[in-house]
């Protein structure tokens, strides 16, 4: 049995609690022994992504020593697992020791749906969910991890699910962390772009591989009192067990 380290992301921890607890069960289901190393915390792509390198190597040497000793690690996020396998190696280039232990985690960092389908070979995890489903391609997992597939493939073997296309599904929510605030009246005119596809697909249920982008989207969401609900990937897998 594969032991199977879960990284929960803070935004996960602090916002969306039972994201964490679905991806745990969805592993479990796929035949891992799962572990949550406590003293996890940020991976420090938010410091980073804000230009304070010195702040995210800290964070990233913690990360660093929680999983130090997992065969995997994996997370319910394509945008922390692409810090991670991208990125901490190069912060780490003018350390030699420091970089060759992030080259070592980030070789063996994967986000959920790509440790599902890639490393154990699993599509059909026995969940069944009764609804119209969008699937939005996050950014970071798409365009920094190469996830296309693996979440559909995942999404058509769910008893029940109705998978229906959204136009425009590879173009950004509009989320992009700090790029919300700093650039928000364009956010928000990307946002709508994808909320009125979303609208017009006659999805019930829209999910996605980050909590991130899902909070941008319910959010649009519930402010224009949409039927539309947004649940992460994990939740649906888990046999629909959200919010």
């Known amino acids: 049995m594969p032991r199977v380290a879960l990284f929960v992301t803070c935004l996960v921890d602090q916002l969306f609690p039972q994201v964490g607890e679905a991806a745990a069960r969805v592993l479990e289901r ?3 022994d799962v ?3 406590e003293g996890q915390t940020c991976c420090g792509q938010a410091v980073f992504n ?3 390198r010195d702040e ?3 964070l990233a040497r913690r990360h660093l020593d929680m999983f130090a000793a997992a065969d995997a690690v994996v997370a319910p996020s394509g945008s922390c697992a692409a810090m991670v ?3 901490y190696p190069r912060l780490f280039r003018d350390e030699p020791a420091q970089r060759a232990r992030a080259e070592d985690l980030a070789g063996h960092t994967y986000e959920l749906s ?3 389908v890639r490393v154990r070979g699993v599509a059909d995890l026995g969940a069944r969910f009764d609804a119209a489903v969008a699937y939005h391609p996050a ?3 798409l365009r920094g991890l190469g996830l296309r597939e693996e979440p559909l493939r995942l999404l058509r073997a769910v008893r029940g699910l109705r998978l229906v296309p959204l136009g425009g599904a590879e173009e950004c929510c509009g989320f992009g962390g700090f790029f919300s605030i700093t650039f928000a009246t364009l956010s928000s005119a990307m946002l709508a772009t994808k909320l009125d596809a979303l609208e017009a697909s006659g999805a019930d249920v829209v999910t996605a ?5 899902l909070m941008h989207i319910a959010g649009g969401l519930e402010r224009r009192r949409s039927r539309v609900r947004a649940m992460h990937l994990a939740e649906v897998l888990a046999g629909g067990a959200g919010p």
Do not use: I, K, M, Q
């Open 30 to 32: 796929a035949g891992c």
């Open 35 to 37: 572990v949550f190393p």
């Open 50 to 52: 804000d230009g304070f």
């Open 56 to 58: 995210a190597r800290a």
């Open 85 to 87: 396998r991208e990125w």
């Open 114 to 116: 790509e440790y599902l």
């Open 139 to 141: 950014c970071h997992g």
């Open 209 to 213: 591989t980050d909590a991130s982008c």
